[in-house]
């Protein structure tokens, strides 16, 4: 038998390199994570605003007037809430406004990041979306503010 005796395993250097490493590797990784988690949740929300479009071109097709009852819109589309006010954070909560003459109306969500998109669409143009993502309230029928071809970024 020898007189040396055989060290196997890692040494305490190596092990805390290892560490380091992954350390480094997580703080690169979390934020990306999150980021893309309020990236995913922003689409989902715009993608909850043209749901509840397509609801409004439902009821108007049937009714040749926007609507803002909840019970006449989940007929339209059962999976969304329509309210009055702004939405509940990352919930199916839409918000639903009309002007006066029933043909243009405002519809909104609140995203998982806290954002709200606005969009409006007047019965005989294109949908228009707000500029502002402020969830304070909700932006009125004739805001300035909706030059947007496409939900703000």
């Not at 005796?5 to 999150?34: K, Y």
């Not at 009714?63 to 939405?87: C, D, M």
């Not at 029933?102 to 909104?108: A, C, E, K, N, P």
Request: one cysteine or more; a negative charge; charged letters at 15%.
């Amino acid at each position: 038998m020898s007189a040396k005796a055989s060290e196997d395993g890692f040494s305490l250097i190596e092990l805390m390199t290892v560490v380091l490493v992954i350390a480094v590797l997580l703080a690169i990784a979390i934020p990306m994570f999150l980021g893309a988690e309020n990236r995913a949740g922003d689409r989902a929300a715009q993608a909850n605003v043209h749901h509840a479009l397509l609801a409004e071109h439902i009821v108007f097709t049937d009714n040749e007037t926007f609507s803002t009852s909840n019970a006449v819109l989940r007929a339209a589309e059962p999976r969304l809430i329509y309210v009055p006010g702004v939405p509940i954070k990352n919930s199916a909560e839409v918000y639903v406004g009309m002007n006066a003459t029933g043909d243009t109306i405002v519809v909104g969500v609140q995203s998982l990041s806290g954002k709200c998109f606005w969009a409006r669409e007047p019965s005989a143009t294109p949908t228009r979306w707000n500029t502002s993502t402020d969830c304070s309230a909700p932006p009125a029928v004739d805001d300035t503010g909706f030059t947007l071809d496409g939900p703000p970024s």
